[in-house]
């Protein structure tokens, strides 16, 4: 699975968005190290906070079904054909990071140019559970 094909996976799994606010769809695909593949979409309900973006509910597909070594999330919105790339907020990058600083975040659009850079990268000065885990 290379990362124009995961891309076109996220790009697929923007038609299950449920985004009756804010009319923007978003997808994800979500590579495990197994090889295995998770998409997500973004749900939006009425009391706007309770919103799950594409990101978070292909993550949280992943662990709930016992994937949690994941190699990548691509991600596509109705951005994408335009080659703008959608990056995740940081509600997910906090979640993404949970899972593992190098996860690889592809973006950008698989007809167009496709980017790729790690979660860490989009986190300045990150705070994982290890920093807490391993003091004594
Ligand atoms: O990376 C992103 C950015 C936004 N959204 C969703 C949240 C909300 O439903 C809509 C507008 O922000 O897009 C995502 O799912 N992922
Ligand atoms: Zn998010």
Redesign the pocket.
Known sequence: MNNKELLKIAEDARKYSH?PY?N?K?GAALLSKDNKVYTGC?I?CASLGG?N???RTAIFKAISDGTSDIEAIA?A?DNSEKNEP????GI?RQVIIEFGTDIRIITGYSEGEIQECRIKDLIPNYFTGSDFRETK
């Open positions: 985004s804010s923007f978003v973004n939006e919103t973006c594409a990101e991600i919105s959608t990056y995740p907020c997910c």
